[in-house]
């Protein structure tokens, strides 16, 4: 892909981060209709998550209005560029309506192959986290620096991060018990802040599952431009979503995947 | 107390909040060496928790030589005006090692009744929330906004935050797990920014074990400045720190104590 056009896909990213935080911030931490989407669970809808989606898609209309998009909240509008924007307004609702500064706005550009560059955009705090295209760089309230794993081999020295203990299915929930307790340390409740510690240096694992395409695609460029990895629970793209581990390093990948899959 | 004498103790706090700050941001999110406290677990001491409580010393030695001085990293200073500061440089170093955005300063002026006045301060986001002699404030980077615990009476509206889902012992655990089924929403890994975020009127309760004096003094000024009530597990004070319970309301207060004690 040419310079320039990394770069226009750079600039159009960050006008989208900019229309998020601003269709955003206003709702956070004040008192919130939410709706259930599903009547099983808990899963709230803000009008914060839909007004950063519409700002989103406005700046696409003018800016790339050829590529196809997909959005939590509004769903597939096709294209005929080959690209796809893969949005989540808010990851991390739960955190977003408990005030917790661990929610995030992200941003993908993708083509079949999976995710081209990433954004983690955490509003409050003002940070922004982007990988992919030849960038890996965090900008935030006290520095901008580059983004790099570091290089954890051994479980017994590497942090882990997930969300909710309980994962997901019993199994699943097995499955990340036996990876957490070889760790040295977990931690729970980051949402997609997780994945920016992980491209960040400051963790080692993220081991998470349930998740959809516009969760992780966003994480996948940016741990992966950091110079992690990021694959499904079998070794396999994860950019469909479902289950997830982002690893530091190849030798954490590898015994995390070892023990997810039941090896002990 | 006289309102000068409330306005020289806000100036003394806010001035060890700030040094606080200043000592320990060079150190977030770097490499640290840290050393094990107790080798029978894993609490990290770093360099950034000595430094912060040394500057907070400092301007105690300046402007407050009379009060003595509790702090988690060098003890117990005695003084002779029957006042104590209270102080943990860094409440969460697991956290702080984990680059989460949810550690903070902790200061409190106690007397032999409980604590007089509490900032809970996170210097990376740039929040500060002040609870105590009259006041109840949170200056952050987007706001400056009073306190205020929210009305939240039955748990099944509540939103419950913990820091670990292990709390402490098995016991300690089967009785917060009692609390959180109750509950509508659970959320961990909050460290002291769960108390901040009760005390803002964004979740409803918190509930921990094992902590020390200094954890919990300041989070006690500031959630009972937001009208909110913190005690431990039998209903008693708190300032001691072990088992605490903070509710925003009497009716969630009491209903999670009754959980907490074993009735179903």
Chains 1, 2 share one sequence.
Not at 134 to 151: C, E, I, K, S
Not at 244 to 259: C, D, F, Q, R, Y
Request: charged fraction near 20%.
């Amino acid at each position: 892909m040419e310079y320039n056009l990394k770069s226009d896909f750079w600039t159009c990213a960050h006008q989208m981060a900019d229309a998020a935080r601003a269709a955003i911030l206003p709702y956070f931490r004040k008192a919130l209709v939410t709706t259930n989407k599903d009547n099983s669970g808990f899963d709230p809808v803000t009008e914060a998550d839909k007004s950063a989606e519409r700002a989103m898609r406005d700046v696409l209309g003018q800016l790339r209005p050829q590529d196809a998009i997909l959005g939590e909240e509004y769903g597939h509008q096709p294209g005929s560029s080959g690209l796809t924007w893969v949005l989540d307004p808010i990851d991390g609702t739960r955190g977003f309506i408990s005030g917790t500064p661990t929610w995030g706005v992200l941003i993908a550009l993708s083509d079949e192959s999976g995710p081209l560059l990433g954004i983690i955009d955490q509003p409050y705090i003002g940070e922004r986290y982007c990988g992919g295209l030849g960038q890996a760089t965090m900008t935030g309230p006290h520095w901008t620096r580059d983004l790099a794993v570091r290089h954890t081999s051994d479980l017994t020295d590497a942090t882990i991060l997930t969300t909710f203990p309980e994962i997901g299915t019993p199994t699943e929930k097995d499955a990340f018990d036996r990876v957490a307790r070889a760790c040295r340390l977990t931690r729970y409740g980051m949402d997609c802040y997780a994945y920016a510690l992980l491209a960040a240096g400051q963790v080692d694992l993220v081991v998470e599952a349930g998740l959809q395409a516009y969760d992780i695609q966003a994480p996948i460029a940016v741990v992966q431009a950091a110079g992690g990895i990021v694959t499904d629970w079998s070794g396999g793209p994860a950019h469909d979503g479902g289950r997830v581990i982002a690893a530091a390093t190849p030798e954490l990948h590898a015994a995390g995947l070892s023990l997810l899959n039941g090896n002990a």
